[in-house]
């Protein structure tokens, strides 16, 4: 099959993190940790390196998803993005960027349709690239640092033993919420899983 040019049923998946094994089970690399959970889920095929970027493809009902991971480190996402977006022609309403959220509690996922960073220094990144705030983006809680930690030692940390069912159960209803975004859209998507 040739691929189409055509971009209506094309949707960009990316998860923010840092590149590098010891920062594979952090916090902060939920992104990535979503991404590699979607891409066993649709079966995805062929790793490449593109727009400093790794990037997968799958099909999903007979819409296209390229799914990626940035390579630039955290803060400089949205170099990564900002060349997939041009390179996939991909419409904004058509982008989801997942990352993780200190303001909300571990197990707590939200999408919305688009917003400020919130301090998150790869949103920051995506939205000064981008030129826009209004993009799809799936937050995932990954609560507050304890007592008087700095929120920068935090979100480098791993994930504890005891929070890892929490965690897998949360990534795998990450799963569902992109592919209900990508199938039914959006608002479905918020409807059925910002409860």
Do not use: C, W
């Not at 390229?66 to 480190?73: D, Y």
């Not at 900002?82 to 989801?96: A, C, E, I, M, N």
């Not at 897998?168 to 919420?177: G, I, K, M, Q």
């Not at 209900?180 to 959006?186: D, S």
């Amino acid at each position: 099959m040739i691929d189409s040019p055509v971009t209506e049923d094309v949707y960009l998946i990316v998860g923010l993190g840092n590149p590098g094994r010891e920062y594979k089970s952090n916090r902060h690399n939920v992104g990535f940790m979503i991404i590699d959970r979607l891409a066993a889920r649709l079966n995805a095929q062929g790793m490449r390196l593109q727009s400093k970027a790794i990037v997968t493809s799958a099909a999903h009902h007979e819409r296209k998803l390229f799914l990626a991971k940035p390579q630039t480190f955290m803060n400089l996402s949205g170099q990564a993005v900002q060349g997939l977006v041009r390179f996939y022609k991909t419409p904004l309403s058509q982008l989801l960027v997942a990352h993780d959220d200190l303001d909300l509690p571990l197990g707590v996922i939200r999408l919305r349709p688009g917003g400020g960073a919130g301090g998150q220094k790869g949103m920051l990144s995506i939205i000064e690239h981008l030129g826009t705030q209004h993009f799809p983006r799936l937050r995932f809680g990954i609560g507050r640092p304890p007592g008087r930690m700095d929120p920068a030692d935090y979100v480098l940390q791993d994930f504890s033993s005891e929070e890892l069912p929490l965690v897998s159960e949360t990534l795998d209803r990450a799963v569902e919420a992109i592919l209900t975004f990508v199938l039914e859209g959006l608002n479905a998507a918020m409807n059925r899983f910002n409860g």
